[in-house]
């Protein structure tokens, strides 16, 4: 019992399954590429997983940790997935559309109005439905986890006002939800490559970002942007997953041991991630930013401009063709939310 309590029910399962001695051992390779700040959710989470599954395994899975983009971007580490070359990744939302077209639902605006509501809705049917597609692509994926909501920084002005992103020119990643959304609130959006934002809001090639807070504290965007702004206009999912491959080569016992670690892993990122986030904003604020929320009105205003605007274009890509289907889910997803 005592372990049960410690460790919870998960956890003492998978520890009954402890691999044997005469089982294979493999090397596996963790990668995200978030940064190498060591209280980062990304590394505290990557440290428990490394730490936990050597322990479960009794030694036959080793874990190296190859954080910040040393072995690719998002989209670079899911084909490493599909290949066999990465064992296990941590990656944002934003290519996996992709891969799994339905996962393209997260990234739309305004889709969640709190982290808890995210999670409900990721934690349920919904998904697990498109967990579970991930499969016919070659990747296993464990659990969602959390990057937060990204919030808009600019050196121009506050953005209080439905008109105040009007003519600002925004660096977003290079997603067609994320350039369409811009454009329905006003904005002139650059797509480009994070590699290069920082001298380009240096040299006022664009006037700002959005991005999650963590990644503005880690980045230092506050030395080059004057104005934050609490929008929280996309969620910015995570997800733990596992190279089909790989998994195929694991004996049953060692896959116990690494899906019951992965669950556990994104709980611990989580929860250090809800505390971390509301330390940055008072980080941020100490490095000179001038910090706003933005109002519930210009919030209503533009996420009535999503729906009506950039929804509908991405109903076909969410349907897989099917443009009947992907509003299905869109709307079956925003009544998951209430």
């Given at each position: 019992?005592k372990i049960v ?9 998978a520890l009954?399954g402890l ?16 940064n ?13 997983f490394?730490?936990?599954?050597e322990?479960?395994s009794?030694g ?12 690719g971007?998002?989209r670079t ?7 066999g ?6 990656i944002?939302?934003?290519p ?6 339905e996962?393209?639902?997260w990234?739309l605006?305004?889709?969640?109005t ?6 409900k809705?990721?934690?349920g049917?919904?998904?697990?439905m498109?967990?579970?597609?991930y ?5 296993r ?6 990057g937060?909501f990204r ?6 002005r ?13 660096r ?8 369409a959304s811009?454009?329905a ?8 490559s994070?590699?290069?934002l920082y001298?380009?809001?240096?040299q ?7 991005n ?5 504290y ?8 004057k ?6 206009h ?7 997953m596992?190279?089909e ?5 694991l004996?049953?016992?060692?896959q ?5 670690t ?19 904003a008072?980080?941020?604020?100490d490095k000179?930013?001038a ?13 009535a401009?999503?729906r ?20 299905a889910?869109?709307e ?6 209430k």
């Amino acid at each position: 019992m005592k372990i049960v309590t410690t460790l919870g029910i998960a956890a003492a399962l998978a520890l009954a399954g402890l691999a044997t001695a005469d089982a294979a051992s493999f090397t596996v390779k963790y990668a995200h590429n978030s940064n190498t700040i060591k209280e980062d959710p990304q590394n505290v989470a990557a440290e428990y997983f490394k730490k936990t599954l050597e322990e479960r395994s009794g030694g036959t899975l080793k874990v190296q940790l190859y954080p910040a983009g040393q072995l690719g971007d998002a989209r670079t580490l899911a084909e490493g997935l599909q290949m066999g070359t990465v064992e296990v990744a941590d990656i944002e939302n934003g290519p996996m559309g992709n891969f799994v077209p339905e996962a393209a639902v997260w990234d739309l605006p305004f889709m969640f109005t709190s982290i808890e509501v995210a999670h409900k809705v990721l934690d349920g049917p919904i998904g697990q439905m498109i967990q579970k597609k991930y499969l016919d692509v070659g990747i296993r994926h464990m659990c969602y986890d959390d990057g937060g909501f990204r919030h808009f920084t600019n050196n121009r002005r506050p953005i209080v006002a439905p008109t105040d992103l009007e003519g600002l020119k925004i660096r977003v990643m290079e997603s067609d939800v994320m350039v369409a959304s811009m454009k329905a609130f006003g904005a002139a959006a650059l797509p480009m490559s994070f590699g290069e934002l920082y001298s380009a809001l240096q040299q006022g090639v664009v006037d700002g970002q959005e991005n999650p807070l963590n990644l503005i504290y880690s980045q230092r965007f506050y030395e080059v942007q004057k104005y934050l702004t609490l929008s929280g206009h996309f969620y910015y999912p995570r997800q733990v997953m596992v190279s089909e491959a790989f998994w195929s080569r694991l004996d049953k016992k060692q896959q116990e041991v690494l899906a019951a670690t992965a669950k556990e892993t994104c709980k611990v990122q989580r929860d250090t991630y809800a505390t971390y986030a509301k330390t940055m904003a008072a980080e941020l604020k100490d490095k000179g930013m001038a910090i706003n929320e933005l109002p519930l009105e210009t919030k209503n205003v533009w996420a009535a401009a999503a729906r009506e605007k950039v929804y509908p274009m991405f109903y076909q890509k969410i349907g897989r063709g099917d443009a009947a289907a992907g509003k299905a889910l869109v709307e079956k997803t925003i009544d998951a939310t209430k």
